[in-house]
């Protein structure tokens, strides 16, 4: 019986493992954009192959290693300190970093080892500030000077937003190198030898530093068309006029086809039995929903568009807005709209994609704004410092006849709220933290689209999901006890609805998540007891705990102010052999491909769970009846996940976050695929398929071998009709062949 189970558990995990990334799909479909920020010293160390970059990175230094001849990273490295100031010694052998405190760490320069700490230095001349007697720049020029003469020896033309100096490096033997910013972020190498040109390079850092970000799809230009055909039919009164003129416009697009293949049945053929490689580009792509941009606004007010598919930057425009705080797609408009913290926003017509036009600049009468989520179809909620909300509508709010309720959060509390319909904001219940207590992780249920209202039992019955919409989780850790408790309440009324807790030492100061999903939540967090682990628990809940037991029926409404109905839970924790910083649920389209858990690891990873790994039903092998075996991915409960490489979605790259970054997963118009991004220092996308691609055929599928077989079928069958006729009709006659 063991080894069955382990057979059928081994091969579950087996089926789970096929939708993994492989080797020939690593680095096709993810990409990362690496990032160094804003350099405040370059150095170069003694073999001349390598620059060494300080950058401010979270409260302290990155360190990085540039190659010189490609500009390409070597390596980057955290310091968890802040170096103000950097000394090269003479030979460029080794480089002394000074920190706020005074004390100075000696690093090797040719592989950025600490050779040691707490070194005294008697005279610290810094090596950051780039100065030569015999180079000046004016009018973004680079002058170098006869240093007796004071005359221009040679001069070499910079970027008109040139900014400044970073790098300078001459010697008398005709060999220059530099390396200037501009103001809008790029970076600029130039090295000559003797005059002339040797290697140039340039880095881009504009998106090191993004605060909001938004994806917008590219327009399909096919569905237009299409779109405005449908449109015209609508307009015939008459059903008949209409079919005509569907059928005229097909016959058109067909004749158009003909048209283009020159009228030749071999080209046609050719045509059709190709397997469409390259309409597997972009077409496809921008029908799939694959090609979208990720546009993304950075602290001093650069808007980029990057290319989700590849990482390559489209285009690129100065805001006045800075420290933008939210960015949203007005789709039906193919606009983007952008806020600041005081206000003021800022609307770009993307109709073409390739450039962005300014189409209104306004601002919204509230100041220092906290935080803005989207209520609906341009509809946000405004949060300021003084806890003031404000609900902005684009183009004026327009009274409608329903109520809607809010529930927003900060630390110390969560607050419900009515909206009426004339707008007002009425607070209606709140929940308050003690002076020790904090909320550590909230998450919302989602307004995703439900696929399956049940669980389908081994035994063919059916377990039924508490579907419920209103509902929010949320953490409380006690500072003073380490004690974290987890509630479940209804956002209309407040009712706690679950809680649960952990004295288990928990870790408060490493990261807590939560995610919700559609009839469950999951959180994470790192506990030191019984051992130091990370922990993942899973609350799912039901209306019922009795198989074929419902309570609501899809035809009766419900009025939440009136009592609802509690939610029925079953509860597991499991421990994860890594630390958690970040968590997301993954989004498809309709939310039927089963959900992946996405983790972004401390370690600079992201992996993904399946859920039915993280399931709250997994129940000990011993109590598993016969039929509960039967289930569906049904696995005994085994309390390690396993950390599988090939679930490695970032595979060997290390990412740099920092603590703002935001884990995003977002839907396309494939159902087994969802794109997955990691914004913040870095910026890192890759697709994900969470059961497979199960709606996407391989390259390799041979279309035109198909074909052909179906074509031999029907040539073999009408050979074939006659023999076996004629083969009845002489048994029927009992003679024999
Ligand atoms: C730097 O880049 C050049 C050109 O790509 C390459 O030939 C060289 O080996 C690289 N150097 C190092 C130290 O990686
Ligand atoms: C916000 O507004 C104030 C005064 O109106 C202005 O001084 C400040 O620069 C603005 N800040 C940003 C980020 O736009
Ligand atoms: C089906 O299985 C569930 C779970 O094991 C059990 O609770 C239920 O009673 C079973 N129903 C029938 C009809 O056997």
């Avoid at 209409?242 to 049945?265: C, D, I």
């Avoid at 979208?292 to 001093?300: E, N, P, Q, W």
């Avoid at 909300?389 to 684009?394: A, E, R, V, Y």
């Avoid at 499991?574 to 970040?582: A, G, L």
Wanted: with cysteine.
């Amino acid at each position: 019986m063991v080894q069955f189970l382990c057979l059928i558990y081994s091969l579950l995990l087996g089926a789970l493992t096929v939708n993994a990334v492989f080797i020939e799909d690593a680095f096709i479909s993810d990409w990362q954009l690496e990032n160094i920020g804003r350099y405040e010293c370059v150095m170069e160390d003694q073999g001349q192959q390598n620059l060494i970059i300080l950058s401010d990175y979270e409260s302290n230094t990155l360190m990085s290693f540039v190659n010189e001849t490609s500009g390409t990273i070597i390596f980057r490295y955290p310091l968890d300190f802040k170096a103000i100031d950097a000394m090269l010694l003479e030979d460029r052998s080794a480089y002394v970093l000074k920190d706020l405190e005074g004390n100075a760490y000696l690093f090797d320069a040719s592989n950025g080892f600490l050779l040691d700490d707490k070194i005294s230095v008697e005279t610290f001349v810094s090596s950051c500030i780039p100065h030569s007697s015999s180079v000046i720049i004016s009018n973004n020029t680079l002058k170098f000077m006869d240093q007796d003469s004071q005359l221009e020896i040679s001069q070499v033309p910079l970027r008109e937003n040139f900014e400044s100096l970073k790098f300078l490096y001459h010697d008398n033997l005709g060999s220059v190198k530099f390396l200037y910013s501009t103001d809008d972020y790029q970076y600029f190498f130039e090295s000559f030898e003797n005059g002339v040109p040797k290697n140039q390079w340039h880095r881009d850092e504009v998106v090191s530093d993004v605060c909001s970000f938004t994806f917008v799809d590219i327009p399909n230009e096919a569905l237009l068309s299409k779109k405005s055909e449908l449109l015209a039919e609508q307009e015939f009164t008459n059903v008949w006029d209409a079919y005509t003129y569907r059928v005229s416009q097909n016959w058109g697009r067909f004749k158009g086809f003909l048209k283009e293949n020159n009228y030749s049945p071999g080209k046609i053929i050719m045509r059709l039995m190709k397997m469409d490689s390259h309409s597997l580009n972009y077409s496809s792509d921008v029908e799939f929903g694959l090609a979208k941009y990720l546009i993304v606004a950075s602290k001093k007010g650069q808007l980029s568009a990057i290319d989700v598919r590849n990482g390559s930057k489209v285009w690129q425009r100065q805001t006045s807005l800075e420290d933008t705080i939210f960015m949203d797609n007005l789709s039906k408009k193919s606009q983007i709209i952008s806020f600041d913290k005081n206000g003021s926003y800022e609307i770009y017509d993307i109709s073409n994609v390739t450039e962005p036009v300014l189409a209104r600049k306004d601002r919204v009468e509230i100041s220092s704004i906290n935080l803005i989520s989207k209520l609906g179809e341009n509809k946000y909620l405004l949060q300021s410092g003084n806890d003031i909300k404000k609900i902005f509508c684009l183009g004026g709010c327009v009274d409608e006849p329903i109520t809607t309720v809010l529930a927003t959060h900060d630390k110390k509390g969560v607050h419900g709220t009515i909206v009426k319909s004339d707008y007002q904001m009425q607070d209606t219940w709140e929940i308050t933290m003690s002076e020790s207590e904090e909320i550590v992780a909230f998450a919302k249920k989602g307004d995703e689209p439900i696929s399956n209202i049940g669980v389908t039992l081994g035994n063919r019955t059916v377990l039924y999901k508490y579907l419920y919409p209103n509902l929010a989780s949320y953490v409380v850790a006690n500072k003073k006890t380490g004690n974290i408790y987890v509630h479940l309440v209804d956002t209309v009324t407040g009712e706690l609805l679950f809680s649960q807790f952990h004295d288990e030492k928990v870790d408060i100061y490493s990261p807590v998540n939560m995610v919700f999903g559609d009839s469950w939540f999951i959180y994470s967090f790192f506990s030191n007891e019984p051992i130091p682990e990370q922990r993942l628990v899973v609350v799912e809940l039901y209306e019922s705990l009795h198989a074929d037991e419902r309570v609501t029926t899809a035809s009766e409404h419900y009025d939440p102010f009136r009592a609802v109905n509690k939610p029925f839970t079953i509860s597991n924790a499991y421990y994860f052999p890594e630390v958690i910083k970040r968590m997301v649920v993954s989004r498809t389209k309709y939310q039927i491909t089963l959900s992946a858990i996405i983790l972004e690891l401390t370690n600079g990873q992201i992996t993904y769970l399946s859920k039915a790994l993280l399931n709250a039903r997994r129940q000990p092998e011993v109590k598993m009846t016969d039929s509960d075996k039967k289930e569906v991915m049904a696995m005994p409960y085994i309390s390690t996940l396993p950390l599988n490489d090939q679930f490695i979605i970032t595979h060997s790259r290390a990412l740099l976050m920092g603590e703002t970054a935001e884990l995003i997963s977002v839907a396309t118009n494939l159902e087994s695929t969802s794109i997955v991004c990691d914004i913040g220092h870095d910026i890192f996308c890759t697709k994900l398929h969470p059961s497979g691609q199960f709606d996407t055929m391989s390259p390799s599928f041979e279309k035109g071998k198909l074909l052909a077989t179906i074509l031999g079928l029907f040539v073999l069958s009408y050979f074939l009709r006659p023999m076996v006729e004629s083969a009845q009709l002489k048994t029927q006659w009992l003679v024999r062949s």
